[in-house]
Structure formats: structure tokens, C-alpha cells
């Protein structure tokens, strides 16, 4: 439990970290200084680095594969994108962005099947 709840903890701040400058549309995206948004992007990676790293090692000392810890992160990385793109960049969510996660929710379930 701790493992997933710092691996979206650390995806929260990456998604942050890779998104968050393109909140409110092209022009006000690009009237955000390049420099400023590459420095608060890299301090938000910090902390998220902070979480991501701690989650694994606890997650492989308590039996998960790499491969499970990947792939849980993937599976994470989606939600968590999902609702940012929709509650903070206000974009629809499609019935294509719906299968793609039900792909990686499926692709999630076959390496912890039997497990």
C-alpha cells in the first residue's frame, strides 16, 4: 500500500512538473518564460524523484518484480494524467482515451496475475 500510494504521489508532481505551464491555451503557455518553466518543472521532478525512488525500493523489498513496479507506475501515470487533463487543463476525456487505459489497466493485470 505504501508503494501505490507513493508512486502516485510522485506521479502527481510529475504530471505537474511536465504540464502545468500549458494551463490556459497556446498563448499562455508561450508567454511563459522557457527558462522559468524548465526551473519550476526541474523542482517539481525533485520531488517527485523524492517519492518515486523510496516507492520502489520499498515495493522490490516487499516482492513486487520491476516489471510490476513499471507497469503500476504506467497504470498510475494514466489516471493521473487523465484527471489532470480534464480538471486542470479542462480538455474532454474521449472514449479513446478510456480504451487506451482499459489497455494499460489489462497490461497491469497480466503481471500481477498469480502473483
Known amino acids: 500500500m505504501t508503494t501505490l500510494i507513493l508512486l502516485t504521489l510522485s506521479n502527481v508532481f510529475m504530471t505537474a512538473a511536465w504540464y502545468w505551464h500549458l494551463q490556459g491555451g497556446p498563448e499562455a503557455a508561450n508567454a511563459r518564460p522557457l527558462g522559468w518553466v524548465i526551473l519550476i518543472s526541474w ?39 487523465g484527471l489532470f487533463m480534464v480538471f486542470v487543463l479542462g480538455e474532454a476525456a474521449t472514449w479513446r482515451h478510456f480504451a487506451a487505459f482499459a489497455c494499460i489497466m489489462a497490461a497491469a493485470a497480466f503481471l500481477f496475475v498469480g502473483k
Open 43 to 81: 523542482l517539481l521532478a525533485g520531488v517527485e524523484y523524492s517519492l518515486a525512488v523510496p516507492a520502489n525500493r520499498i515495493g522490490y523489498a516487499g516482492g513486487w518484480s520491476a516489471g510490476q513496479l513499471k507497469i503500476a507506475q504506467e497504470a498510475i501515470a494514466l489516471t493521473v494524467f
